[in-house]
Nanobody, 123 residues
Framework: QVQLVESGGGLVQTGGSLRLSCAVS????????VGWFRQAPEKEREFVATINGGYSTYYTESVKGRFTISRDNAKNTVYLQMNSLKPEDTADYSC?????????????????WGQGTRVTVSS
């Protein structure tokens, strides 16, 4: 069983930056695909970005050029660097793990989920 714990959320002004962390335990981290998802108030949860064990990445269109996903296998951690933040990025951000190397955006591809961390971008 995989456990994931997010951290790094907070309140930031428009145009600011935050770095989210997802600490993973319980399985061979280097082989996992880890994705970030977000859920804004009164909206459905949506895909943000994902990275597999080969360091390939995939982003949703709205964050390309602003967000960067990365991983540190020595620390069993995946990061989401978020720059040029906008009010519409306000959401609860969760990380999730998959044992498949496929870079999918569908939530059903991910079997383990963290509790989430809140990001609020003020205008």
């Amino acid at each position: 069983q995989v456990q994931l714990v997010e951290s790094g959320g907070g309140l930031v002004q428009t145009g600011g930056s935050l770095r989210l962390s997802c600490a993973v335990s319980g399985r061979t981290f280097s082989r996992l695909t880890v994705g970030w998802f977000r859920q804004a108030p009164e909206k459905e949860r949506e895909f943000v970005a994902t990275i597999n064990g080969g360091y390939s990445t995939y982003y949703t269109e709205s964050v390309k050029g602003r967000f960067t996903i990365s991983r540190d296998n020595a620390k069993n951690t995946v990061y989401l660097q978020m720059n040029s933040l906008k009010p519409e990025d306000t959401a609860d951000y969760s990380c999730a793990a998959s044992t498949s190397p496929f870079l999918g955006r569908a939530q059903e591809n991910y079997s383990s989920w963290g509790q989430g961390t809140r990001v609020t971008v003020s205008s």
